[in-house]
């Protein structure tokens, strides 16, 4: 079995292919030819014998911001005027383009300037400031952004830059290109090899199912694994005052829940809590291991916004977690979700099972 949190890696026909791959040029598409036109048009090309457009760039007007595909962009921020709060809510000269993904995909965006320090952020379509979904530096990125979903990717510099400054010449220091990726979100149960394909989803590993050739490069497809998400939690019955259970940490799991207290980089179960519909006023449950993971607990819902509590793992000293009013839960017929997270094991490295205590305290 593989480790835990390690993705499972195909062997025999597929490593090979994988290697013929990487010293070949064999698996690479061929590049079309693309020269100058001889018209003399600034920027236009010929392909194939087909005059193109001049490529789209990067417009000083949110409002008119052209929707682009995956690839590289041009723009500049000599003559863009500063806004009062741009990207990250600093001051400063900003060009935009639209993205509009027609599939799942995450996406990522990096910027290239030789001049000046370069911002970038991603919102909502709206241009209305302040509703950044992220922003950064040279590179950001956001994960699973669904089909149809229209966003703003912002470039810019702050207002006191000093590379703002620098006269145009041949190469123009505030001129940029900026990088757009999508990569595609596949679907449950799609083939996921090669890797070129995209990502699987939240909930999913890329494996070939129990039974399936693990040497038939079809087999392999994003496979749901069990207590993955909420959608597959495992139900745990507290019933009694006390008790405790065990997460024996040896099926693969991936992260595809963000709590409020913990990062990224580990891996989490999933557990739906029956709660008995006997309780004390005011009852709340208590939580407790002694071994290094985080503790969250969300109700009635999955979403973020119904986390119930929430406890980072820290060494050595275990950690702890209380879910209050279970009574208005119960009467709600609301089973709240309980999710434990570690950090990803190593290739090769046997994970310890982790024992969970719980105690139900009144009011």
Do not use: N
């Amino acid at each position: 079995m593989a480790a835990l949190g390690a993705p499972l890696r195909p062997r025999g026909r597929l490593a090979a292919l994988a290697v013929a791959c990487a010293l070949g040029s064999a698996c690479a598409p061929a590049a079309e030819e693309t020269t100058a036109s001889a018209s003399g048009d600034d920027d236009t090309t010929t392909t194939g014998g087909t005059s193109l457009p001049p490529p789209q760039r990067a417009s000083g007007d949110c409002l008119g911001a052209p929707v682009v595909d995956p690839g590289r962009i041009a723009g500049s921020l000599r003559g863009i005027p500063a806004v009062d709060r741009g990207i990250c809510g600093v001051e400063g000269p900003t060009t935009y383009l639209s993205l509009a993904p027609a599939l799942d995909v995450d996406i990522t965006a990096t910027v290239h300037t030789a001049g000046f320090t370069p911002r970038l952020g991603l919102s909502p379509s709206t241009c209305v400031v302040d509703r950044e979904l992220a922003c950064g530096g040279e590179t950001i990125a956001l994960r699973g952004v669904a089909a149809g979903t229209v966003l703003t990717l912002e470039i810019g510099a702050a207002a006191d830059d000093p590379g703002l400054a620098a006269p145009e010449g041949i190469d123009d220091p505030l001129d940029f290109t900026v990088d757009v990726g999508f990569r595609r979100i596949l679907a449950v149960g799609e083939g996921c090899i090669p890797e070129s394909r995209g990502r699987c989803p939240g909930g999913t590993l890329c494996r070939p199912p129990l039974g399936a050739d693990p040497e038939d490069l079809a087999a392999w497809v994003c496979d749901v694994l069990p207590a993955d998400t909420c959608a597959s939690a495992e139900t745990i019955a507290i019933d009694g005052v006390s008790g405790e259970w065990v997460v024996a940490r040896v099926d693969p799991q991936t992260d595809a829940h963000a709590h409020s207290c913990t990062g990224e980089g580990s891996v989490e179960r999933v557990y739906r809590l029956e709660i008995s519909a006997e309780l004390p006023p005011g009852a709340s449950l208590e939580l407790a291991s002694k071994a290094t993971v985080g503790l969250a607990a969300r109700g009635p819902g999955c979403e973020l916004a119904a986390e119930l509590a929430c406890a980072a793992p820290v060494d050595g000293d275990g950690v702890a977690l209380t879910i209050p009013d279970l009574e208005g839960l119960a009467q709600a017929g609301a089973a709240p979700l309980l999710f434990v997270e570690w950090a990803a094991a190593e290739d090769g490295e046997a994970l310890e099972p982790v024992s969970l205590d719980w105690t139900i305290v009144g009011g």
